[in-house]
């Protein structure tokens, strides 16, 4: 069987720099790239982050392509005072890491996605963890990218939860409710890792003692960024006692579904207020007998948290 081949789409705070860490320490899938977007820092900003966490992880030979800066429904983006209270205003927790030594790529993201999936086929897993700006504008492009994408798992929506920006939108799927919705509505196989289960996997300052412990320059690194975040949900969420994990999740149930238990849904994305972003059954295809979204609804929180340590902890202790 050909090895999985995996596409980043990333907004680079925190939980993403954790989410492209949990990709190169899973040795069942090949990183192939990571894609910017806009959403905890602008998407210029976030290419910088993924070519700093790359540097800083010793992989220099993945490319980072920049994405697009605005919604599609917007003209411009401006970053929300809560995703800088929440990764810091650089985006990566104010750890100032190196400058990176090389550039983004010349190629478009819109564009990567759509060579690659022509290229690697049901092998392609795409793993967006900030707003599907780019993905429903590489839909828009080659409309065949539904037939050939193995998997889309993506880091966003609120089914059995209230959403955390408003009653019922989720972050990622309120930057962009109309691309989320033309995705969602696609005939994409897609998995929706949501609020559901990302807040039930949390991480907590014993779990980054234990990196710090590894005297490493990643490990002192990422339990700097980390300790910001689980600060912050100490300030915002103090009921949770910990940081969740939403971003490396879904990299983890794209490698492993069985990590979650799902339901099968046609979803769409409402686009007008007072529901904007809310992620919900499409009425219109309630009788349709196949679906394309596995939504997930609870998540085995043990196994997870298990290997997503010993993965990272692995990979850190090497860098």
């Known amino acids: 069987m050909a090895r999985k081949k995996m596409i980043l789409d990333l907004d680079t705070g925190i939980d993403d720099a954790l989410a492209i860490a949990y990709a190169l320490a899973s040795e069942e899938v090949d990183l ?3 894609t910017s977007t806009y959403g905890n820092v602008i998407t210029t900003a976030a290419g910088q982050n993924s070519l700093k ?3 800083l992880l010793g992989r220099t030979d993945i490319p980072v392509y920049l994405g697009l800066s605005h919604s599609s429904t917007t003209d411009q983006f401006a970053v929300m005072q809560v995703s800088k209270d929440i990764h810091g205003v650089n985006g990566i927790g104010e750890v100032n890491l190196p400058q990176p030594q090389r550039t983004v790529e010349a190629t478009a993201a819109v564009d990567f996605i759509i060579a690659s999936a022509r290229q690697y ?19 828009a492009q080659a409309p065949e990218l539904t037939a050939l994408v193995g998997n889309v ?7 059995t939860v209230p959403g955390n920006v408003t009653e019922v939108g989720e972050a990622n799927i309120n930057q962009d409710p109309a691309a989320a919705d033309q995705v969602l509505r696609s005939q994409l196989s897609l998995t929706m890792v949501g609020l559901d289960v990302t807040l039930r996997t949390l991480l907590t300052k014993q779990e980054t003692q234990l990196w710090r412990d590894l005297g490493t320059k990643s490990s002192i690194a990422f339990a700097d960024i980390v300790d910001y975040y689980i600060d912050a949900y100490a300030a915002l969420n103090p009921q949770l006692h910990g940081c969740a994990l939403h971003d490396p999740l879904a990299v983890g149930v794209a490698l492993d579904p069985s ?10 994305v409402e686009t007008d207020a007072p529901f904007a972003a809310r992620t919900v059954g499409d009425v219109e295809r ?12 609870n998540v ?7 290997r997503f340590m010993h993965r990272l902890t692995a990979l850190f202790a090497q860098h």
């Open 53 to 55: 966490i790359l540097e």
């Open 32 to 34: 192939i790239g990571i």
């Open 300 to 306: 085995d929180v043990p196994t997870y948290l298990k």
């Open 153 to 159: 798992t993506f880091m966003g929506g609120a089914l």
């Open 259 to 268: 990590l979650v238990q799902t339901i099968g849904l046609n979803m769409k």
């Open 286 to 297: 309630l009788n349709v007998p196949t679906t394309n979204v596995q939504v997930a609804v």
């Open 121 to 139: 086929g049901d092998d392609l897993i795409i793993v967006p963890t900030g707003p599907m700006t780019n993905l429903a504008a590489a839909l």
